[in-house]
């Protein structure tokens, strides 16, 4: 009978099926961090459990650790130095393997994953992180949960999970230069809703999503959380082989040769039924930038901001409260808005063809006066593989901050943040109020439009200064 993707690997994975018509799913990797992993491990040792196979569980220090360059247990985030010690502690009593502050491989989580080659197409992997969702680009099954269920996980290797529907987003034509993955999630959500991708599994596919480089795969699957769907996933191909042949925690030898071929049969038969689909042409996209409060709050960069009132009344609401706190108005032009400050980072858009891009737009340029502008590379890796490349020099010369890694601004949880009511053009993946900061407007975006913002100040196409 011919399956999907996801329908492969949930049957791969079932234990059973609960009487109350959950499922019981093996758990092969779970992944920790400082915030909500220290929680989980605190809680186990208080109750006297154990982690069952520690050797598949792997923790970050990445949420909650300040980004500058002298690094410390101490953060500006009341209590953050409690919780990276009780990780560290907990992490190193159950034997688990910690990429810790000073481990040239610390990064964020959903960074560090794939450049170690811990996911693997085929593979189950829950983090307490809503955005695991990230590692799907790699045709691995994966989705954020919350810390009680990450001590289920870390005890028996196992959920009880409800099986989402099914859906799949073409994305059909060719991206125009300028254009990324980041722009393709911004305008699936902008059409669909925030609530589009809600109780399904998502595939990615189309012409779009093949010529997309693995990281900006990456980009795509890490939002699909922001289109309520339990998890976004991409069926591996050669890219993926070639992406993970190597890392340190893929197969060698035999081991590596039995995993190319179990890979390559991983994907949707031609003839499987979603249980729905959703075809989005790419060939006429433009740059999208953010405009209110919720992802779903995007549009071109060449538009204007769109009218409050809809057929919805609810959605109205929502559009007016958003226009409100963004200080705008409908009509408003998206591109010329003056910014205060610029960010590059976070698990969306912090790799190195992130920096990359951004730096193509930097090279030769400077910020504009008063703009404060900020990169925080995704990784230790990451940041080293930019400075063997003089990616770092390009950024500090046109006037960026150039930090060491950590989630940093992409949430603001009482520590290092953005002023009150400034406004921000940001690669990361909400827009949601005081995200990054006390009432801080945030206007999210590709890497290549923050950079333009942050030259001329105000929010930018990017398109004309990559031409250049």
Known sequence: MAATLFDKLWQEHLVETQPDGTDLIYIDRVFLHERTGSIALSSLQTDAREVFYPQQVFCCMDHIVDTYPERSDDTTMPSGRDFIVATREGAQA?????????????????????????????????????????????????????????????????????????????????????????????????????????????????????????EGRMTLCNMAVEFSAFTGIIAPDEKTIAYLEGR??????????????????????????????????????????????????????????????????VDSASRRKALDYMALQAGDAIAGQAIDCAFIGS????????????????????????????????????????????????????????????????FFAGGEHFGFQQRVVSTTNRNFESRQGPQTRTHLASPATVAASAVTGVITDPREMLAG
């Open 347 to 410: 698990c969306t858009n912090a790799r190195i063809s992130d920096l990359r891009l951004a730096a193509q737009v930097l090279a030769g340029r400077k910020v504009k006066e008063g703009i404060r502008a900020i990169c925080v590379p995704g990784s230790m890796l990451v940041k080293a593989a930019a400075e063997a490349e003089g990616l770092d020099k390009v950024f500090r010369d046109a006037g960026f901050e150039w930090r060491a890694s950590g989630c940093s601004m992409c």
């Open 94 to 214: 159950a034997g688990l393997t910690l990429f810790d502050l000073d481990d040239p491989r610390q990064g964020i989580v959903h960074v560090v994953s794939p450049e170690q080659g811990i996911v693997q197409p085929g593979a189950t992997l829950v983090c307490p992180d809503s955005h695991t969702c990230t590692q799907g680009a790699l045709g691995a099954l994966a989705w954020g949960i919350g810390s009680s269920e990450a001590e289920h996980a870390l005890v028996t290797k196992t959920l009880r999970v409800k099986k989402p529907s099914s859906m799949r987003v073409r994305f059909e034509g060719t991206l125009p230069v300028g254009v990324t993955a980041k722009d393709m999630i911004l305008r699936l959500i902008a059409s669909h809703g925030a609530s589009g991708g809600s109780g399904h599994a998502v595939e990615f596919a189309g012409e779009a999503v093949a010529a997309l480089s693995m």
């Open 248 to 313: 340190p925690y893929s197969p060698s030898g035999e081991f590596w040769d039995a995993a190319c071929e179990y890979w390559a049969g991983l994907h949707s038969d031609d003839t499987a039924e979603f249980d729905s689909e959703i075809v989005i042409d790419c060939s006429t996209l433009e740059p999208q930038v953010t405009w209110g409060t919720s992802p779903q709050h995007s549009g071109d960069i060449s538009a204007a901001v769109p009218a409050a009132e809809t057929d919805d009344p």
